[in-house]
């Protein structure tokens, strides 16, 4: 069965601070596809990243990079120099290429990101 | 483009009334889903449709029916309201694609309480 945990269900950090938000994921497919979706206050969900098992090369989009290592069944997200509209919660998410139809979340983690 | 929209965004309900959730897309998407979010859960899938006029259940149906009448719409329907059906409501649509993944767009929720 297919399972995404997101350990950290809260953390703050300082302005400007590096933060890494952790997502470990569970899956007996070969083929899957791992997403981040963030959620600011106002509620929305916000795509932004998809990655499939295939494609183990770290991604960097601005202060954002993801490093997704199939040794650990890890899809970490790293933020860096921290802002304070990066406050929000951050969901990872498994969809298996048997199952695309549907995609798992994991609980979310809550960040905060104090001035 | 709109995206997802979904119709009311709050309500309250007593005990035992009925409601329906409308979600409509303007994207032309094949798939769309309904999630409900309670705190410390994430996002749980209640039913999907990966088309017009076919359903099916996720991972919490129980109180919940849905139909899909119209590509474009996406009907959640609470036959008897209870309290434990309180949550914020999320539709999302995603689009079938040749490579393989389903990147979700997410409607800006509703919220539902029941007393």
């Known amino acids: 069965a297919q399972k995404v945990t997101q350990a950290q269900t809260e953390i703050s950090v300082v302005e400007k601070e590096d933060v890494t938000l952790d997502c470990v994921y569970e899956t007996r497919d070969t083929t899957y596809y791992l997403f981040w979706y963030k959620q600011p206050p106002s509620g929305e969900l916000v795509f932004l990243i998809r990655r499939n098992s295939f494609d183990e090369q770290n991604e960097i989009s601005g202060r954002y990079s993801w490093n997704f290592q199939k040794s650990t069944s890890s899809f970490n997200f790293t933020i860096t120099a921290s802002q304070v509209v990066d406050s929000a919660v951050y969901f990872c998410a498994l969809s298996e290429a048997l199952e695309r139809d549907k995609i798992i979340f994991g609980k979310g983690t809550r960040l905060h990101i104090l001035p | 483009n709109a995206g997802v929209t979904q119709t009311p965004k709050f309500r309250v309900l007593k005990t035992g009334q009925s409601m329906t959730l409308l979600c409509a897309q303007d994207?032309?998407?094949?798939?769309m889903y309904w999630y409900r979010q309670d705190p410390g859960m994430g996002l749980r899938l209640i039913h999907y449709s990966v088309g017009e006029g076919t359903t099916a259940k996720g991972e919490v149906p129980d109180g919940y029916n849905v139909s899909r009448l119209k590509k474009q719409n996406f009907l959640l329907g609470l036959e008897s309201a209870a309290p434990s059906q309180t949550s914020v409501y999320f539709c999302?649509?995603?689009?079938?694609?040749?490579?393989?993944?389903?990147?979700?767009?997410f409607g800006p929720g509703t919220r539902l309480t029941v007393t």
């Open positions: 999302a649509s995603s689009p079938r694609t040749g490579q393989g993944y389903y990147e979700q767009y």
């Open positions: 994207m032309n998407h094949e798939y």
